[in-house]
């Protein structure tokens, strides 16, 4: 699909792209665009992430929002512990 739209005649438009695949315009753009990412020169790159950026950032957001869970287990678990080791007066 990626293909067919970057290699399209350039009498046909993105647009006739999209209506002859049964597709909204904006989507194809979106593809090309991170095709275009994912195959770019690192020094010639437009802004933006890679797929391969973008899943690991998804991965890093996922570990830390559960390291994040673990530490306040961790948190109420020492401040529950510590109560019980206070010597009463």
């Given at each position: 699909m990626v293909r067919v739209a970057q290699n399209?005649?350039?009498n046909t438009t993105l647009a006739e792209v999209a209506a002859d695949?049964?597709?909204?315009?904006?989507?194809?753009?979106?593809?090309?665009?991170?095709?275009?990412?994912?195959?770019?020169?690192?020094?010639?790159?437009?802004p933006?992430?890679?797929t391969e950026e973008?899943?690991?950032?998804?991965?890093?957001?996922r570990r830390n929002r559960t390291l994040?869970?673990?530490l306040e287990v961790m948190?109420?678990?020492a401040a529950y512990f510590g109560q019980a080791q206070i010597p009463s007066k």
């Open positions: 399209r005649d350039e695949f049964g597709l909204h315009e904006g989507t194809i753009r979106k593809w090309v665009r991170q095709a275009e990412l994912d195959a770019g020169n690192p020094n010639d790159r437009k933006g992430l890679t973008r899943d690991e950032l998804r991965a890093l957001r994040e869970q673990e948190r109420r678990a």
